[in-house]
């Protein structure tokens, strides 16, 4: 119906798909890389169609800039989706929440008591010390020449530090799931991620013929357990007037007061304390594993920013965040990462409110729209040498990451772009700088750093393939 109604208006072009299925065959795992190929076919406005819903895949810079910028209160909603409906809540969370009222009160509520400058300051110690723990134990393996899963050391730390943010406290991975937080925070984002069947054709969600529904319920059970525990414990230390506050303390100081201007009880609280840990932790290590794996397989770059941190800093000490600043390779280095190791390559489904003409093509209301920003980042005509690491690019260019140079939307751009981007990147350039000013990193086994497999794994977090396995070896003086 929805094509017999467009047919005399201008679709953008895109593959022909088969009847009923659409275009579903043509994507394989790597569902970014498959896009990118067939964008180069048929354009940077394409046309596609997964069962019933008109997809748009948007793979330039001009064209990202007219759907996030330009058309950005017409894109800025986001599809059905049966994952936020099991896990995030029937989607009352920020990250899948629909355009409209209680997502935008939401939004600006974890902006102001979790995401702006003044709370991230307030966590500065927090991280400092956190961060000095793991160096403490790297320093340990550096003593007697241990191969050290990187990946899992740098996703602990994550947890650690986004359970105290959020949380308040630290949790031990036997109190959410015998399986971890690890695990646990990998498969939410594998089945959230996994083109899902019944987000396409609603009437075939009830038979999860993919077997993800029942994933779903599974992951949705174990969050909402320890998301109840934690709720509890906060209730009952408010009544002991023992702990000082934290997010869970406000969010339910404002569900309890009636105050807000919305609906909000305890399936609220929860889906956001969700939203704001599955989206803090997964993304900052994941981008600072990319780094690092970079880092290592170009050895004349980690020499480079090593001789930036021993100008800086010196070697008598470790770095400390008021440094940051003073560090421009760093930035350059994390930009050029952040380019060819987006963790969101397709950011997150936006969806249109109304039918609306972009650069003379009809995009029908409903669609779904998916911004390929692993394709722009490689996208020859706005970057030379694309699949190089170079972070020379970028050596006096005013190109930064905040959303206004749309070759460049890690953390996408406009009503949707990431609230948590100044925490994330403060997290992330912390962390490169420390790993990296007090050790030196070498592959286990002789292995060579050019040998060093860099194949992804796609997911609403795409993460790398292998876990990164290295040996430290301490280099300070103290
Ligand atoms: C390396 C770090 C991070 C990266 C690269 C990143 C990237 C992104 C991207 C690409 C989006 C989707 C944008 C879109 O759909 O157009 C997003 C959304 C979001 N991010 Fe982040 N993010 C990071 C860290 C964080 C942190 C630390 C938090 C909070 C604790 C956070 C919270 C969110 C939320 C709540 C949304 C949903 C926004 C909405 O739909 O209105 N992110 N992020």
Redo the contacts with the bound molecule.
Sequence with gaps: QLLNSNKKKKLPPGPRGLPVLGNFHMLGKNPHQDLHQIAKKHGPIMYMRFGYAPTIVVSSPDAAELF?KTYDHVFCS?PLHEASKYIGYEQRN??F?QYGPY?RNM?KL?TLE??SNLKINQFQSMRRTEVGLLISSLKGASKIGEIVDVSDKIASLNVDITCLMVFGKKYADKDLDEKGFKAMVKETAEVAAVPNLGDYFPYLGVLDLQGLTARMKTVAKVFDDFLEKIIDEHVRNKEDHKQTKDFVDTMMAIMESGDAEFEFDRRHVKAVLL??FL??MD??ST?VEWVLSELIKHPQVMKKLQKELEDVIGLDRMVEESDLDNLEYLNMVIKEA?RLH???PL??P?ASMEDCVVDGFHIPKASRVI?NIWAIGRDPKVWDEAEKFQPERFLGSDIDLRGRNFQLI????GR??????Q??LVI?RFLVAQLVHCFDWELPNGMLPSDLNMDEYFGLVTTRAEHLMAIPTYRLHK
């Design positions: 996030l986001r920020i990250i929440g997502w939004r974890c979790l995401l939203d704001m989206a803090g993304t900052s981008t952040l987006p963790v969101a950011l997150i936006h911004v890690p953390f996408g751009s949707r772009g990431c609230p948590g981007l925490l994330g992330i």
